[in-house]
């Protein structure tokens, strides 16, 4: 074979071992950020994926169609679930037993590993969802995949008020609300009181778990979970805040600090401290 044919064929086999090879081997999915994408691949930057934990009587969607798509816009791969439903066909969650429910997002916390490839996941709660964030990973035993939680108005020791699921009413959800507790009732209900099952087996011995980062935000205007700081966790490794340490003049209540700009930007904070912004005061739903 002549010399030149022999360089132009090398070169052609070479070409044709090449693109083989980088059609065999499928390039790595690309950093992506989405609400409820599970196509979502956590970036370097955010490489843990959140799961928003909804508050009695709402539901995934609802509960966090405003911090949701904020969290996905600042990056993350964020993830909800309806969880604690007591009939699959009314979209009313969180009102079936404490113990049921955390089953239940313990399995949810394992798909979105999966799915992520992420190693840990952090936890968004609000209302009953903060108390599931906390509750979860000391009595499920999943502390070692969660890096942050951060938990809005959780009744951690009890509230002396149970009209929790009012988080509904804000919903648009009254009507569905009141036939679930007419037809199945609310276990979670009573266990989220002051001395409620729940709540007694949360609070015997350090609720902070090693290893996970803990962030405690509520209202002085909350008037469902009673008294307010009953919300707080005073143990190391936890940080504490009312809203109103940061923005004095904000009137957000118990419902609306899922919707809330400024709440917003301090969990994005406690998610990502390294990167905290500042926080521009705005005004919350004052229910």
């Not at 699959?88 to 955390?102: F, Q, W, Y």
């Not at 996941?121 to 009953?128: A, N, P, R, W, Y």
């Not at 070692?144 to 008020?161: D, E, I, S, Y």
């Not at 209900?189 to 090693?210: F, N, R, S």
Request: charged content about 10%; proline content about 9%.
């Amino acid at each position: 074979m002549p010399p030149l044919v022999r360089r132009a064929f090398a070169a052609l086999l070479a070409g044709v071992l090449l693109t083989a090879a980088t059609t065999a081997t499928p390039a790595a999915a690309a950093p992506s950020s989405g609400f409820d994408n599970w196509a979502c691949k956590p970036s370097a930057a955010h490489p843990n994926p959140v799961v928003l934990l909804h508050g009695l009587g709402g539901n995934g969607p609802g509960n966090y169609s405003y911090l949701g798509p904020f969290l996905a816009a600042k990056g993350y791969c964020a993830f909800t679930l309806t969880y604690g439903q007591a009939s699959p066909a009314i979209p009313v969650g969180g009102t079936v037993s404490i113990a049921e429910s955390s089953v239940e997002i313990a399995a949810f916390v394992q798909q979105v590993r999966q799915a992520t490839g992420a190693a840990k996941v952090d936890l968004v709660g609000h209302s009953e969802g903060g108390f599931q964030s906390i509750y979860g990973p000391k009595l499920r035993g999943y502390a070692g995949h969660v890096g942050k939680v951060v938990a809005l108005a959780p009744p951690t020791h009890g509230t002396t008020f149970g009209g929790l699921v009012s988080v509904g009413d804000y919903l648009g959800l009254r009507p569905l609300v009141d036939q679930v507790l007419r037809e199945f009732g609310c276990p979670a209900c009573d266990e989220l009181i002051v001395g409620g099952a729940a709540v007694e087996q949360l609070t015997a011995g350090p609720i902070a778990q090693p290893g996970i980062r803990y962030t405690v935000i509520a209202s002085r205007f909350d008037a469902l979970v009673t008294p307010q700081s009953t919300s707080f966790i005073r143990e190391p490794g936890v940080t504490n805040r009312f809203v109103q340490d940061v923005c004095p003049l904000d009137p957000v209540g118990h419902v609306g600090l899922a919707f809330d700009p400024t709440v917003a930007q301090l969990v994005a904070n406690a998610l990502d401290p390294a990167h905290a912004k500042r926080v521009v005061c705005a005004f919350g739903p004052p229910l």
